[in-house]
């Protein structure tokens, strides 16, 4: 909030330009900067302190020791769901979509009602009014069943734009792609989402598998309240065990993201290193950040599909094309 930075803003700003004004002013004229000192008075007497070696001309500097307070007492006062909404909010790639240009032509904006639910995800407020959904489930104000719903619309939309983000990346760094290859599966009819067509490192062919995991989940919650990203490691540990058999022949990645936009361990690594390729041809290095901008857009656009969709009997078939 505005009031919130007010403050650290004024106290930095006097600090910023007093070397000028005393430059400006005869030393007659002014004396001790009684505005300061009580500024930074009742700054210090809501229990913060600077930082050791901090620049005293920086709102940031000022601003940072409230902010991390303020997140502190929001974790300890909150329940296991808004924790685990919490802890993956604060997680740099959970917020990067936010950063994307809103440009058509690039597939980068999203439409009115779906940024309306993916920031009320992001804050923990009210999505929808309590209904059920078409699975005969009740669902509350918040809407989170629709995101793990069996009967969820969006999980194949959004597992499908995942795995076109990632086929798109690596064409434009130079390495050709296809997706459900033929002839790659672990012997029993399963295959990968994709693959390079000529090698990615080492003499090996890029074997990728993505899936997207919901942080709110109950089989997922608790360890969510506990470290962001624990949803999407656990899933590319199965993703490894479960393609164990094709790392003798190809690089085997598993891309992991959860709903509220963390990522698993191995997944920013490759998603890294892609951008990094990209980078080699275009010699622009924002590629990896639009990269992760692209791939927390798909994420936020199966999401809002989900839970709109969850409503059993509102929308029809023409409106559910129009999403």
């Known amino acids: 909030m505005s009031k919130d930075i007010a403050l650290p803003a004024f106290i ?11 430059s400006i002013l005869c030393r007659t004229q002014i004396g001790d900067n009684r505005e300061l000192g009580a500024a930074v008075e009742k700054w210090r007497s809501e229990g913060l302190a600077l930082d050791e070696g901090a620049m005293e001309s920086r709102q940031r500097s000022w601003d940072e020791p409230k902010s991390v307070a303020t997140a502190a007492k929001l974790l300890e006062e909150a329940d296991q769901l808004s924790r685990a909404r919490l802890l993956a909010s604060a997680c740099r790639e959970s ?16 439409d009115a009602e779906s940024f309306r639910v993916a920031i009320a995800l992001r804050v923990g407020s009210d ?22 719903c069996r009967y969820s619309a969006g999980r194949h939309p959004r597992h499908a734009a ?16 296809v997706l459900e290859p033929l002839g790659v599966d672990r012997g029993d009819g399963k295959r990968p989402d994709g693959i390079s067509v000529f090698p990615f490192t080492d003499g090996r062919c890029l074997c990728w598998d993505a899936t997207c995991v919901d942080t ?14 624990s949803a999407a490691k656990e899933a590319e540990g199965r993703k490894r065990r479960k393609y164990a058999a094709l790392g003798n022949r190809y690089r085997f990645e598993p891309i992991a993201v959860e709903t509220a936009g963390s990522y698993g361990g191995t997944t920013g690594a490759l998603l890294a290193e892609i951008g990094r390729r990209i980078t080699d041809v275009t010699d622009d290095v924002r ?37």
């Open 12 to 22: 930095s700003s006097l600090h910023a330009t007093e070397g000028l004004v005393r």
């Open 95 to 110: 917020g990067l979509w936010l950063h994307a240009l809103p440009v058509p032509t690039l597939g980068t904006l999203l």
């Open 127 to 148: 999505i929808c009014e309590s209904h059920v959904c078409r699975c005969g489930q009740r669902v509350d104000s918040r809407g989170l069943h629709g995101l793990s």
């Open 162 to 177: 995942l795995n076109d983000v990632i086929r798109r990346a690596l064409i434009s760094a130079g390495i050709p792609s």
């Open 216 to 229: 709110y989940a109950a089989s997922h919650l608790i360890h969510s309240a506990l470290s962001p990203g």
């Open 287 to 323: 590629e990896t950040y639009w990269l992760e901008q692209r791939v927390g857009l798909a994420v936020q656009r199966g999401n809002a599909f989900s839970i709109l969709t969850a409503v059993k009997d509102k929308y029809d078939d023409r409106s559910l094309g129009a999403l």
